[in-house]
């Protein structure tokens, strides 16, 4: 297992340094002049060769590189364009906001998905399944905004149960929870549709094999025959699809802020469009690319833990 | 999907299963009904979607406006058909070019090997696995937006898959005795690949594009509703959805009604691709 | 005087249903195994060989198979109509099944001895260690070397040879008086396929089971039966012992399988039988084998042979030869 997990970190160097590469191609290379796209083409070109100068972009472009590199490597990830501070910093100010509400829907999808993909998988071509694959597919239809805005209209204004903009005090749980309530339950119907698709076709393809065969041939029991073989090595791509999920995850997230004007990533990826904080942006931009390649490098790491003919290869 | 299987069994009697399958003839009848309304839009209901009236300002369905208007007293249904066909248009034309440039990839990653291929696909699995909103919304923000731009944003959140599916049988294939006796006969690289590896691949890229199509669609719904769509006046779905979440708690209508018709259109695509992947690969078939 | 047979098979007709439509994969099949006894079926794929033995077992694809009529005895009871909690305390404990791939056979993320300590505990309530310690025991009796290591090991840690004895110790774990065994030795190296053999044989005689032997291999019949039924489309098609099934074949098809068998004492040209073994949907009217049969007289054609008893023990589904004495 350990050699396992070496191999694994290992790759996962070389693969940041390709995705840094091209973050930092798709922020100074593609923009063709950013100082341009910061400032607008009606600024004066004194203002834009000052900004040219204050970001570093008048020099060669390896240099740029370099630094660019040289500043991910020591955990700067730049200075907001707007307010000066740190990129960093304001990342971890709204973090908090965005764990929450990332791990309450993840929990609520995983809790609701798997056992309704499982219920239909068994039940396969009966009424529960046919329901089940409709509100799979309904809810992977619905934009993420879409069914926001629902949830808002009916349970927020029209109903009036969960506050309508959802600012929590951090501190007072209860209220904390009213504020989380919507926009995890919209981010985990999501998830749910997604997981429940998976988990039922998972269930399915292990429903079919042989040493479930086998398992009955033993006596042991329906129920014991479900629980111990099929559902345990049903679960197995479950865990790895949950992982690649988690850029959608973060989209709907994004998505769900914004409509329920809750703070966190989302409300800073908006403010930095809508301001032009460019630094902000790409600052922003390392930061998803490098959690991404670690959530992967964790999520086969996890795999790995789960299903022992990854580790023993 | 093994490659040998593609070859060996290729998918005949795709179009019998797919007849047989009551929800993908039903995602079938909505796509074609949703183009239809968007490439007659301006026959089936001959009202201007972009011209105001300052009188009949955020007025609730009517006979003379069966979905009401909007704030700028533009009729909805107007600009939910014109909406439709912008949406669509970039959708589609992101899809192709994702197809083409993915696909190119997908081959010559596959084909090539070695330590090309390895950098190729550990790019395409952060490619793969990155939010698309926040690419998209990157690359947008980079570029600016307008409808070309737009493509290629989306256009470069649907690279991966098409890479993907194009590079895994050529990997099988490439290998085969016939492309070997190929090369011995001195034909090209090209050639041998665009005769041989291709027609094989065709199915595959087929049923993703059309699984990728709705993503698409609802991408571009998102960017828009961000702001970072096609600049208004035009209407696009996302932008009709933003500008009713703007004036949500005066007349919710105008949100709900493009936020349906996007519902309804990656509903119906998302039945089309799933039909389509069960009749071309009955591995996976849900009978 | 001989005593009952452990299992007894009467008129069993198995149907499948195929693109919606229910054909008879198995056909009145009668078939009786005694205690010690190895009973070999033996037929080309699709002859209906495995459906017999998962239909004893009960575990026919729910959606697509059903036992349409027949019945089974095992041990003077009747298992067709049993419920799944019934049959659930039958299998593994009164009859047990191994299967042709051990690879597949074997659930991958569970320890072998789980595995096997799992049958134990379902049908001997002994708690965990003793278990662990009597499942132990098992995999020593089917001589996997180390046995105390390798219960820890996952399946795809042993190698083919190893897999199907763990399969073989699970089947055997509660001394059932029944084993089922579809085709276990045909995914082996030969070599390793004598050894697996030679321990069902020992393994036979010690716990005096009556063992149903699935195979298409002639070779391994010869080597391990008693008694041999020869399935054909569905049907049983003769049945005899093994010596006189060798040396006088009764029914064409078996004849014609002899015949097209390499052999070391006889050179010259391999005979296949002509033309291909009809699917269920094309079951005609007559005699199955009867398009291919050189034998064939008007009658094969348009009445079903039953199955004739031409001497004590000895049966022949045959219009021409069933005759005959």
């Not at chain 2, 300052?54 to 533009?74: I, W, Y």
Request: net charge neutral.
């Amino acid at each position: 297992m350990g050699e396992y997990l070496l191999r694994r970190l290992a790759l996962a160097i070389p693969t940041l340094l390709l995705t840094m590469s091209m973050v930092f191609i798709l922020a100074r290379v593609v923009p063709g002049d950013p100082a341009l796209v910061i400032l607008g083409d009606q600024a004066s070109l004194e203002a834009l060769a000052a900004l040219r100068e204050k970001l570093g972009l008048d020099r060669p472009l390896h240099l740029q590189y370099f630094d660019f590199l040289a500043g991910i490597l020591q955990g700067d990830l730049g200075r907001s364009l707007v307010t000066g501070k740190s990129v960093w910093l304001e990342l971890l100010s709204v973090l908090p906001y965005t764990i929450e509400l990332t791990l309450a829907a993840i929990l609520l999808g995983v809790l609701f998905g798997v056992p309704l993909g499982a219920y239909a998988a068994v039940h396969r071509n009966q009424w529960p399944d046919t329901l089940t694959r409709l509100f799979s597919l309904t809810g992977l239809s619905f934009p993420a905004f879409v069914s926001a805005i629902l949830l808002l209209l009916v349970f927020a204004i029209e109903l009036r149960w969960f506050p309508v903009i959802s600012a929590p005090k951090m501190d007072d749980p209860l209220d904390r929870l009213r504020h989380l309530a919507l926009p995890a339950m919209n981010l985990g119907l999501l998830m749910t549709a997604y997981v429940t698709r998976v988990s039922r076709a998972s269930m399915l393809n292990v429903l079919g094999e042989d040493y479930v065969r086998t398992a009955r041939a033993k006596g042991i029991g329906a129920r014991a025959v479900l629980w111990r073989h099929a559902l345990r090595n049903a679960m197995i791509p479950v865990a790895t699809v949950v992982g690649l999920y988690l850029g959608t995850m973060i989209g709907n997230s994004v998505l769900t802020e914004i409509v329920f004007n809750r703070p966190g990533l989302g409300k800073l990826i908006l403010g930095a469009l809508n301001l032009r904080d460019y630094t902000m942006l790409q600052g922003l931009m390392v930061f998803f690319a490098g959690f991404i390649v670690l959530a992967n490098a964790a999520t086969d790491i996890a795999y790995g833990l789960i299903d022992p003919r990854v580790r023993y290869k | 999907m093994s490659a040998t299987t593609a070859v060996a069994q290729a998918p005949q009697g795709w179009v019998r299963r797919f007849r047989n399958n009551p929800t993908s003839l039903v995602g079938l009848a909505i796509f074609l009904a949703v183009i239809l309304a968007a490439v007659f839009a301006p026959w089936i209901w001959p009202v201007d979607p972009l011209e105001q009236d300052v009188v009949e300002r955020l007025v609730g369905p009517s006979l003379a406006h069966p979905l009401g208007t909007d704030s700028f007293g533009r009729d909805v249904l107007a600009r939910l058909l014109h909406a439709g066909r912008i949406s669509l248009l970039i959708g589609i034309s992101s899809i192709a070019l994702a197809m083409l440039v993915g696909s190119a990839i997908g081959i010559a990653a596959g084909y090539i090997g070695g330590w090309f291929d390895a950098m190729v696909t550990s790019l395409l699995d952060v490619l793969l696995s990155f939010p698309t909103l926040l690419l998209g919304l990157m690359v947008v923000a980079m570029l600016g937006s307008s409808v070309e731009n737009l493509v290629l944003a989306i256009a470069l959140t649907e690279l991966a898959p098409f890479a993907r599916v194009a590079r895994a049988p050529t990997i099988a294939l490439k290998n085969r005795d016939f492309i070997e006796a190929g090369r011995a006969l001195g034909f090209s690289d090209l050639r041998l690949v665009v005769v041989h590896i291709i027609p094989n691949l065709i199915s595959d890229v087929i049923v993703v594009a059309s699984l990728w199509l709705a993503a698409a669609i609802r991408t571009e719904a998102s960017l828009s509703f961000i702001g970072l769509g096609v600049k208004p006046p035009t209407p696009t779905w996302g932008g009709m959805i933003r500008e009713g979440f703007e004036n949500i708690l005066d007349a919710p209508w105008l949100a709900v009604a493009p936020g349906l018709a996007i519902l309804i259109t990656v509903l119906g695509i998302n039945l089309l691709g799933d039909g389509l992947r069960d009749a071309i690969d009955p591995k996976v078939r849900n009978d | 005087m001989t005593e009952a047979p452990i299992l007894e098979i009467r008129g069993l007709s198995v149907e499948f249903r195929s693109e919606g439509a229910w054909h008879a994969a198995v056909r009145g099949v009668d078939l009786a195994i005694q205690r010690n006894q190895t009973h070999a079926i033996v037929g080309e794929s699709g002859s209906g060989k495995s459906v017999t033995a998962l239909a004893v077992m009960g575990l026919l694809p729910q959606q697509s198979g059903r036992i349409q009529s027949g019945s089974i005895m095992l041990e003077g009871r009747e298992l067709i109509g049993l419920s799944e909690q019934v049959l659930d305390k039958i299998r593994g404990k009164q009859v047990a099944m191994i299967f042709q791939e051990p690879m597949t056979a074997l659930n991958p993320t569970m320890p072998v001895g789980q595995q096997i300590a799992e049958a134990v505990r379902a049908h001997r309530c002994c708690d965990a260690s003793s278990a662990w310690n009597e499942a132990q025991r098992m995999l020593d009796l089917v001589r996997v070397p180390s046995a105390a290591q390798r219960m820890r090991d996952y399946p795809h840690q042993f190698s083919g040879g190893m897999r199907q004895r763990v399969m073989i110790a699970i089947a055997l774990a509660c001394q059932p008086r029944l084993l089922l065994a579809d085709e276990p030795t045909t995914a082996l190296d030969v070599t390793i396929q004598a050894q697996v053999l030679s321990l069902i044989e020992d393994l036979k005689r010690e716990y005096g089971l009556a063992v149903m032997f699935i195979t298409h291999n002639l070779g391994v019949v010869a080597l391990i039966a008693d008694c041999v039924s020869v399935m054909y489309a569905g049907e049983i098609v003769e049945t005899a012992s093994v010596n006189e099934l060798f040396a006088a074949p009764k029914h064409p098809y078996t004849e014609a399988l002899l015949a097209s068998m390499p052999r070391v004492d006889r050179d010259g040209q391999l005979e296949p039988i002509g033309g291909i073994v009809p699917s269920i949907r094309e079951i005609g009217a007559g005699c199955t084998f009867a398009p291919r049969c050189a034998l064939a007289i008007e009658r094969c054609h348009s009445m079903r042979p039953p199955l004739m008893e031409v001497a004590p023990e000895r049966t022949v589904r045959c219009w021409v030869r069933g005759v005959a004495a």
